[in-house]
């Protein structure tokens, strides 16, 4: 699991503000192909997950690509097979319930040929690697920041 970023809401007697670390606390994390990796929000503000062309124009509203889906337990999945894959998680950041450490709730459990994408913030992003390679991957809010990873797949 990689963490994608870390900050906290800070209070004081001005009002709450956050702190935020933009970074990707493991930028460099190298599996196995076939394997999958999550990135999971520990912070207070929104990030993304993306890999090879960048939405023009990203907000917080800027949907998922296409080819993301919905996992069983609400957080969203991609399946990436070649380096030149381009793939966007949409805006992942904590909602309010989770910053007291209770858990996503899971999407609805009436039957669906496939679940939907969750509405508002969801925490965490899964990818899975087809084939070997290396992936790089930005924040799309915060690369200017330096917030960008790289996944190295290994046969």
């Known amino acids: ?3 994608v970023a870390t900050g906290e809401a800070v209070s004081t007697p001005g009002g709450i503000n956050s702190v935020t670390l933009m970074r990707f606390m493991q930028p460099s994390i190298t599996i196995h192909a076939g394997e999958t990796v999550e990135w999971n929000s520990l ?3 929104g990030h993304t997950v993306t890999f090879g062309v960048e939405p023009q124009n990203t907000t917080p509203q800027t949907p998922p690509s296409v080819n993301v889906f919905a996992d069983a337990d609400g957080a969203r999945h991609a399946i990436i097979y070649s380096t030149s894959d381009s793939v966007h998680s949409g805006f992942i950041a ?15 459990t ?11 913030p969801v925490t965490r992003f899964r990818v899975t690697f ?11 809010f915060h690369d200017q920041l330096g917030m960008k990873g790289e996944v190295i797949v290994l046969p």
Do not use: K, W
């Open 1 to 3: 699991m990689v963490i």
């Open 43 to 45: 912070d207070v503000s």
């Open 94 to 108: 904590q909602a309010g319930h989770e910053r007291g450490g209770i858990a996503q709730a899971p999407p609805p």
């Open 110 to 120: 009436a039957p669906l040929i496939a679940p939907p994408l969750p509405a508002g």
């Open 130 to 140: 087809v084939n070997p390679g290396v992936y790089p991957y930005i924040c799309a």
